[in-house]
């Protein structure tokens, strides 16, 4: 079982920045895939970025430029950065610990907190 704390989320005009926090108990963290997931009301959730054991990343084509994930292992915490914010960047935010595929590809476990909710609006 594991415990997600997002936090950081809040009101922040178009061009702005935010960090986000998860914080995950247990001792197996580091040896997650750690995701960020975010959501919108009536639409599926979708995945923003990923970052493995060995802190490759990935990030969908819609925030590559704008967002990095990074994760402090001493800490049990995964963060994403998210500049330059668009209007269409608001969500709840989620982070998820999971695990890559062969191909590389995330698979997310079935843990989620309670999210964190962005919203960008002038």
């Known amino acids: 079982q594991v415990q997600l704390v997002e936090s950081g989320g809040g009101l922040v005009q178009p061009g702005g920045s935010l960090r986000l926090s998860c914080a995950a108990s247990g001792s197996r963290f580091r040896f997650y895939a750690m995701a960020w997931y975010r959501q919108t009301p009536g639409h599926q959730r979708e995945l923003v970025a990923t970052?493995?054991?060995?802190?490759?990343?990935n990030y969908a084509d819609s925030v590559k430029g704008r967002f990095a994930i990074f994760r402090d292992n001493t800490k049990n915490t995964v963060y994403l950065q998210m500049n330059s914010l668009k209007p269409e960047d608001t969500a709840l935010y989620y982070c998820?610990?999971?695990?890559?595929?062969?191909?590389?590809?995330?698979?997310?476990?079935?843990?989620w907190g309670q999210g964190t909710q962005v919203t960008v609006s002038s």
């Open positions: 998820n610990p999971g695990g890559t595929d062969p191909s590389g590809r995330y698979y997310p476990t079935d843990f």
């Open positions: 970052i493995t054991s060995a802190d490759i990343t």
